[in-house]
Nanobody
């Protein structure tokens, strides 16, 4: 089993920045079995949506169009941590942000492991 713990959410004004972190734990073998880590978000009354993903092995990144150029996903393999740097935040970015992980496959869906979520609120 892999446990994911997000941090870094909070309240920020529109145009501001936040950096989310997601730390993976659960034993060396389990953590190393995870090669794809992603971020999703869910706004009130909306379905959860894919935001970004990164592969552990080669650092390939994937983004939804609505955050390209504003959000950056990165990883620190030594710390088993993935980050989501969010710049130029908009009110519509307000949501609960979830970290997710899996071994392989399409980086945009079907994740096995999920964090508990962290709230991001963007005020005008």
């Amino acid at each position: 089993q892999v446990q994911l713990v997000e941090s870094g959410g909070g309240l920020v004004q529109a145009g501001g920045s936040l950096r989310l972190s997601c730390a993976a734990s659960g034993g060396t073998f389990s953590v190393l079995s995870v090669n794809v880590m992603g971020w999703f978000r869910q706004a009130p009354g909306k379905e959860r949506e894919f935001i970004a993903a990164i592969t552990r092995s080669d650092g390939n990144t994937f983004y939804v169009d609505s955050v390209k150029g504003r959000f950056t996903i990165s990883r620190d393999n030594a710390k088993n941590t993935v980050y989501l740097q969010m710049n130029s935040l908009k009110r519509e970015d307000t949501a609960v942000y979830y970290c997710a992980a899996k071994a392989v496959g399409n980086p945009r869906d079907n994740y096995r492991y999920w964090g508990q979520g962290t709230q991001v609120t963007v005020s005008s």
